[in-house]
T-cell receptor, first 115, second 117 residues
C-alpha cells in the first residue's frame, strides 16, 4: 500500500538556522513521483519540487535542497539559513505510475521560524 | 486569472443544508482535481476530471458528494445534506495536460473553508 510519513509534526527554529524536514514513503510501484508543497496561512498549496523515481540526483534551488534516497525510501527537504517567511506547513506527497494523477499526502510538518 | 480560483472562500452551513463550491482552473488546463483537507491533516483526493470527463471519483466519501465540470472548464463540488464531519477545506487543483505525464505540475487554489454547524 502507498503511504507517506512525515514524523515531525512541528519544528521551531531561530532565523538563519538550517532545518531538515523528513519524508519517508512506501510504494510497490517502480515508477512514482515525489513532491513537496508549502502551505502558508492563506491555505494555498505552493508547489516546490517534483522528482521521478528514476532520478536520484539531489537538487538545490537557492536556499532549498532535496535529498532523494531510494535505499531508505526517503525524500528529505532542507532549508538553509531559514527566514521568517519560511514559516508554513510543508507537505510531502507521492503519486504512483498507475494513478499518477492522485497525490497521496503526508500529514505535514509545521515549521515555525522565529526572528 | 493567473491561478486557480475558488469561491466561496469561507462557508458556514447548517447541518442538513446543501452547499456548492466553485473552482475556476487556470485557463487552458485539461486536468482538474478536488481534494479534502481536514484540520491538521494532509489533503485527500476526492475526484479527477480530464476536460469534462470525470475519470476517477473513488475518493468521494459518500453519495452526498457530487462534482461536475460540464464544459471542461469551471467545476462545482456539491455536498448535499451537509453533516458536521464534512467540515474541512476543499482544495481545487488543475494541471495543463492529462495527469501523470512527466513535467506536469499540479497547481492548487486557496481552498474553500467549509464549517458545518
Amino acid at each position: 500500500a502507498q503511504k507517506v510519513t512525515q514524523a515531525q509534526t512541528e519544528i521551531s527554529v531561530v532565523e538563519k538556522e538550517d532545518v531538515t524536514l523528513d519524508c519517508v514513503y512506501e510504494t510497490r510501484d517502480t515508477t512514482y513521483y515525489l513532491f513537496w508543497y508549502k502551505q502558508p496561512p492563506s491555505g494555498e498549496l505552493v508547489f516546490l519540487i517534483r522528482r521521478n523515481s528514476f532520478d536520484e540526483q539531489n537538487e538545490i534551488s537557492g536556499r532549498y535542497s532535496w535529498n532523494f534516497q531510494k535505499s531508505t525510501s526517503s525524500f528529505n527537504f532542507t532549508i538553509t539559513a531559514s527566514q521568517v517567511v519560511d514559516s508554513a506547513v510543508y507537505f510531502c506527497a507521492l503519486s504512483e505510475g498507475d494513478s499518477s494523477y492522485k497525490l497521496i499526502f503526508g500529514s505535514g510538518t509545521r515549521l515555525l521560524v522565529r526572528p | 486569472g493567473a491561478g486557480v480560483s475558488q469561491s466561496p472562500r469561507y462557508k458556514v452551513a447548517k447541518r442538513g443544508q446543501d452547499v456548492a463550491l466553485r473552482c475556476d482552473p487556470i485557463s487552458g488546463h485539461v486536468s482538474l482535481f478536488w481534494y479534502q483537507q481536514a484540520l491538521g491533516q494532509g489533503p485527500e483526493f476526492l475526484t479527477y476530471f480530464q476536460n469534462e470527463a470525470q475519470l476517477d471519483k473513488s475518493g468521494l466519501p459518500s453519495d452526498r458528494f457530487f462534482a461536475e465540470r460540464p464544459e471542461g472548464s469551471v467545476s462545482t463540488l456539491k455536498i448535499q445534506r451537509t453533516q458536521q464531519e464534512d467540515s474541512a477545506v476543499y482544495l481545487c487543483a488543475s494541471s495543463l495536460w492529462q495527469s501523470g505525464l512527466s513535467g506536469n505540475t499540479i497547481y492548487f487554489g486557496e481552498g474553500s473553508w467549509l464549517t458545518v454547524v
